[in-house]
Nanobody
Framework: QVELVESGGGLVQPGGSLTLSCAGS????????MSWYRQAPGNERELVAH????????RYGDSVKGRLTISRDNAKNTVYLQMNNLKPEDTAVYYC?????WGKGTLVIVSS
């Protein structure tokens, strides 16, 4: 079965940190660019971060610039999203995306 599997979501306090992982299962993430999206209740799904295969180009949404870092380890077939100084407005379901597949999402709740 071909799928992307996210993990690492959960409850974190404001100002805290969290790292999300996205592992390909029956799906080789290299040589593809990969992305993280998120969707908060009642909102449209938005791009959070994007990374090329060699990590040479990365793009972030304005709301997360400077707080989130996307990275990847092609040998482990995994892409990561390191999140620092989290805010309540970061609460959302976070999705990993490749060219033809979406992960099922992992929930991040930022609350005291």
């Amino acid at each position: 079965q071909v799928e992307l599997v996210e993990s690492g979501g959960g409850l974190v306090q404001p100002g805290g940190s969290l790292t999300l992982s996205c592992a390909g299962s029956g799906y080789m993430i290299s040589p593809y660019p990969m992305s993280w999206y998120r969707q908060a209740p009642g909102n449209e799904r938005e791009l959070v971060a994007h990374i090329t295969n060699d990590s040479g180009w990365r793009r972030y949404g304005d709301s997360v610039k400077g707080r989130l870092t996307i990275s990847r380890d092609n040998a482990k077939n995994t892409v990561y999203l390191q999140m620092n100084n989290l805010k309540p407005e970061d609460t959302a379901v976070y999705y990993c995306k490749g060219p033809d597949y979406w992960g099922k999402g992992t929930l991040v709740i930022v609350s005291s």
